[in-house]
């Protein structure tokens, strides 16, 4: 199913010559009262009112869902798609509605139409099994759960609101964000759900400039810890890594000491157990999210008798 604004242009040119329409538009708009609503949300009560329309005939009927990516710059008025914007641009969309979604998503190209540059992506249709279903098909696919998560992310970004709310997509948002940036675009997103519902968002320069703001470490943090197992890994240059469980997935640490010749007067060798004090240092974005780590060697652990030195 699709939606259209015909019929509106049809009705306007039908009263365009009628003197009395507007005054009966008038009166109509003051016996019914008025109330501000965006074009979003007009829109989204179109495609409902005629979903519903629809299911009074055919009880699962749904409207086919679609995914609109208006690209905006200073080479984007042909309204065509350089191949070096589709393949930069293109996957981290796509990566980040399967991050917002919590599952992978897979978009197929169906159209690029004029005005700017508009693509148009529909979700990969996935084969149903024969036989009869054994339970009804969500009401809302993976693909508009992620939507419905992303917009909400660009629409704080432009307004540059926090963000930390959605951490685990802002490295999605991020690289999609460098990507725009490469070629000096702004990207505009619609996606129509299969219920009627239309979501709308942006990622311009100033929501670009604010994801860049965010993604800049902060003050770091550092803790002082105690850190044992064994050795599996020396480096000459003043690394050493400690794996601390014999199990396959224990937590390993890459311990750093700032004088390289302490670690040799040291004499360890693989497979030794150690008791190091370190100093844990993190350092975080306004997001919350890691951007470094290190552990730097201050000593044996005072519990712990030291390893013995070279004289």
Known sequence: MTTGDGWRERRRAALRNDPGAAETAAR???????????DEEIEAEHRANRLAAVRAYEPDARLDEELRLRLTGPDTEGGALRFQWGDA???????????AAGTPVQLEL?????????????????????????????????????????????????????VREWSRLFDAVDALARALGKY??????????????????RLTGRGRRYVERLREPSRPRDQEMIISGRITELRESGWVKVKTGTSRNAP???????EPEELLRMRPGLGD???FRVRFRQCLDSVGIARSTEYTYLGPAAEQPSLPLES
């Open 28 to 38: 109509l708009l003051e016996e019914m009262g008025t109330e501000e609503r965006n």
């Open 89 to 99: 641009l293109l996957n981290p969309v796509e990566n980040a509605i399967s991050v």
């Open 184 to 201: 000096e675009l702004d990207l505009g997103v619609t996606w129509y759900g299969a219920d009627g519902d239309m979501r709308r968002a």
């Open 110 to 162: 169906t159209g690029i139409s004029s005005g700017s540059t508009v693509v148009h992506a529909r979700p990969v249709a996935t084969a149903l099994p024969a036989g009869p279903p054994a339970m009804e098909a969500p009401v809302t696919s993976a693909t508009s759960t992620g939507m419905r998560a992303l917009t909400h992310l660009l629409a704080a970004l432009e307004a540059e609101q926090d």
């Open 252 to 258: 390993a640490y890459d311990v750093h000491f700032d």
């Open 273 to 275: 157990n150690i008791h």
